[in-house]
């Protein structure tokens, strides 16, 4: 796999550090901050079917339903706390999330991603979360697929990079570190 943030390699927050946000001490951040400046390009790690995704709830302890399917299993990542998602449904099996995006850049000046479509909800949904998700978008291993931002909780210009077994949401604990991927380039 080629590593995702050319030329940077500043990781900020590693994959076993402590949240200090949102749950102080009560679990391992499950991803890898990289530290860069807003606009900075994103290349796909890999071979894979890419979409972009944000939603947008109107009260902050708003959730997806369990069970609630909107083709996505990263419906809960709303944009107030980590901004746009790119998700690369890789070849290899893994599934990459980059986070953070700013809505903007995501839904209009992405060069991959050009066509997006609100997602169905159900008439009688409690839930009034307005989310959009692009068309799935065929992508190779070096190809610009977006760019870093500071949206949602974030306390400086980076990208959050999860990366996932299949596609499927998996707890941190259950998670692949990013910083052991077997990277081709690392600069």
């Given at each position: 796999m080629l590593w995702p943030f050319p030329g940077n390699t500043n990781i900020t927050a590693n994959f076993n550090d402590p949240r200090p946000l949102s749950n102080p001490g009560k679990h391992p951040h499950?991803?890898?901050?990289?530290?860069?400046?807003?606009?900075?390009?994103i290349i796909a790690p890999e071979r894979g079917t890419l979409f972009g995704y944000y939603s947008i709830r109107p009260v902050e302890s708003i959730y997806w339903p369990v069970g609630e399917q909107v083709d996505n299993p990263y419906r809960n990542y709303f944009y107030d706390m980590y901004g746009?998602?790119?998700?690369?449904?890789g070849d290899s099996g893994i599934t990459h999330i980059f986070t953070h995006i700013y809505m903007n850049q995501l839904?209009?000046?992405?060069?991959?991603?050009?066509?997006?479509?609100?997602?169905?909800?159900?008439?009688?949904?409690?839930?009034?979360?307005?989310c959009e998700r692009s068309e799935n978008v065929r992508?190779?291993?070096?190809?610009?697929?977006?760019?870093?931002g500071n949206a949602g909780y974030s306390t400086g210009a980076h990208?959050?990079?999860?990366?996932?077994?299949?596609?499927?949401?998996?707890?941190?604990?259950?998670?692949?570190?990013?910083?052991?991927?077997?990277?081709?380039e690392f600069k």
């Open positions: 499950g991803a890898i901050d990289i530290g860069l400046k807003v606009g900075s390009p746009g998602l790119l998700v690369l449904k839904r209009n000046k992405n060069k991959c991603l050009s066509k997006w479509k609100p997602l169905e909800q159900k008439a009688n949904a409690r839930f009034p979360i307005f992508v190779y291993p070096g190809a610009e697929i977006g760019n870093s990208c959050h990079y999860e990366q996932h077994r299949g596609f499927k949401w998996q707890s941190w604990e259950d998670r692949p570190d990013p910083e052991k991927t077997d990277w081709k």
